[in-house]
């Protein structure tokens, strides 16, 4: 086995068709509001910030202040989050909603070399934690040789049912990678959510990530998130 860390990736953010946008607001005469953000970010505007204020402008002056949010769904970013638990994925997939995701199969990869992560509750026993997880590669190694599955002749159809059964085996703390599709919303909630102090150990680590990645990303839709000193981030507007 060996040992691992969560990491947070950004893979993707808005893009914007600014000819798109050009060709709406002349036919609705809004054109100055594009050219002086354009201006201001000196033609180079934050695509994920700029396509929820063109959604909000119709209704609000003030997207986070008036409380309503589904402007920021127009806007999504994908995270590689790499070496996470499978703990974390269960939790993770319960926030379905304006969510997408993909996550790494191991229905056909053999467990000899687990990734594992030691939880800070579990340092004091850190030796024991170990043995144990290592005692699971050494049985997915034994039972694949038991049952004969590495040998010629065998079906591939019988070596994919021996090796999906053996994860049944596997901790399911073991480390996996998982592609995570959100919009601004569902960021906003799942960071609060996640960060604060009754959450899992490995949410908060991983979702300090994702706060700190998407303050520096979009500080417009973000802004009013701060953190405190529990390692919590809590917005301003909760309501959005």
Known sequence: MHETKPQVFLLARPSLDLDGMRAY?????????????LEEAQESPNGGELIVEFGGRACYRSILRSAHGSVLEHANYSFAIRNCSRVFTHELVRHRAGSAFS??????????????RVPPALEPVRDQVLAIVEQLEEFQVSAAKELGIDEG???????????????????????????????????RHVIEMRTSDGAEEELRLVFDQIARIMLAEAPGLFQDFVRQDDGSWVPEYRKV
Do not use: C, M
């Not at 996550?103 to 594992?116: K, N």
């Not at 079906?155 to 919009?183: C, M, Q, Y």
């Open 25 to 37: 607001l002349h036919d609705v005469g809004g054109e100055s509001w594009l050219e002086r953000r």
């Open 103 to 116: 996550q790494e199969s191991l229905r056909y990869v053999r467990l000899t070399d687990i990734g594992f």
């Open 153 to 187: 002749g065998v079906p591939f159809h019988i070596k994919k049912e021996v090796t999906s059964a053996l994860r049944r085996l596997a901790p399911i703390g073991l480390s996996t990678d998982i592609l995570w599709t959100a919009n601004a919303r569902t960021l």
